[in-house]
């Protein structure tokens, strides 16, 4: 199914300052609508789904998700229909953005629900309304983070990613991705997150998802929250894509390489450590 379509994925390497190179690995360009991390998190997922025999895929996101998007082209792609729980009801009347029209145009009926309701949307009373309005359907959670969402994002790193890196660095927005890295990684590897969000909450999560400890999450990046900028980062993502040609967005790469630079001129890592950076996608939120 997912692999059929899977693309080359590319390393790409840099160099930062006079003594210091990062390699870049390009998850953005191994599917150009099921980009990045959604990939892997969603590849188990949908074969799941099509050996229980389900023919609907229902998920959550808010109106920027680049789950959202990657889960109505895979839905469309392999032959489900597909529903998006989408968080903000001020949104039914307006005029739909990039995202959610995109969704939309594959197939993705779009259901708008309150904020309120939305925090709900893990609880079994939530959950069990959905299965009784939406029969024979599967469901995957916010952002694609379970079980098999991590089982996928195992396979983001290869023999030669274990062997030939000290530090891995990734973008963490539900932490599926990063606690797949986590179990893949080798144990002389330190596996460092950015989190697009504010607080350590996700730190807490992670932590028991995974019993190893070669791994730190840090929020000093987000500026302000989730989907929040400010002109620091935006200037840093022109100034980045005009000298080294890689393309960033602004919720989750941007913020990410941001912290990366900024360690790099503190000496936050150790002389000589071989970095891997994880581009995870998410191209279609770019502003």
């Not at 998700?65 to 001020?90: C, L, M, P, Q, V």
């Not at 080798?186 to 607080?199: C, D, E, I, P, T």
């Not at 019993?211 to 999450?217: A, D, G, L, P, V």
Request: with cysteine.
């Amino acid at each position: 199914m997912f692999d059929q379509i899977a693309q080359a994925i590319p390393y790409q390497t840099i160099q930062v300052d006079s003594s210091t190179h990062i390699t870049i690995k390009r998850l953005d360009q191994v599917h150009p609508q099921i980009s990045g991390n959604k990939f892997f998190k969603l590849k188990y997922n949908f074969l799941e789904a099509q050996r229980l025999g389900y023919k609907k895929i229902i998920t959550f996101g808010g109106a920027y998700s680049n789950h959202i998007a990657a889960t109505a082209y895979a839905a469309h792609r392999f032959g489900f229909d597909s529903i998006g729980i989408i968080r903000g009801e001020e949104l039914v009347n307006k005029t739909l953005n990039h995202t959610l029209s995109t969704a939309q145009q594959f197939g993705m009926q779009l259901q708008f629900v309150s904020r309120e309701k939305y925090r709900l949307k893990d609880t079994k009373e939530f959950l069990e309304e959905l299965k009784l309005h939406y029969s024979d359907s599967y469901i995957i959670p916010e952002g694609g983070s379970n079980e098999l969402a991590i089982q996928g994002c195992h396979e983001i790193l290869t023999e030669d990613d274990l062997k030939n890196y000290d530090v891995i660095c990734c973008a963490v927005g539900t932490g599926g991705t990063i606690t797949g890295l986590i179990e893949a990684s080798a144990k002389h590897q330190k596996v460092l997150g950015f989190s697009a969000l504010k607080g350590d909450f996700l730190t807490d999560e992670v932590a028991q998802l995974s019993n190893k400890r070669n791994w730190e999450i840090l929020d000093d990046y987000c500026c302000g929250g989730y989907a929040k900028t400010n002109d620091e980062l935006l200037e840093f993502i022109e100034k980045f894509e005009k000298q080294y040609q890689i393309p960033l967005e602004h919720i989750y790469t941007g913020k990410m390489m941001l912290g990366i630079f900024d360690l790099i001129q503190k000496q936050y890592f150790p002389k000589n450590s071989r970095i891997l950076v994880i581009h995870s996608g998410g191209l279609q939120g770019r502003i």
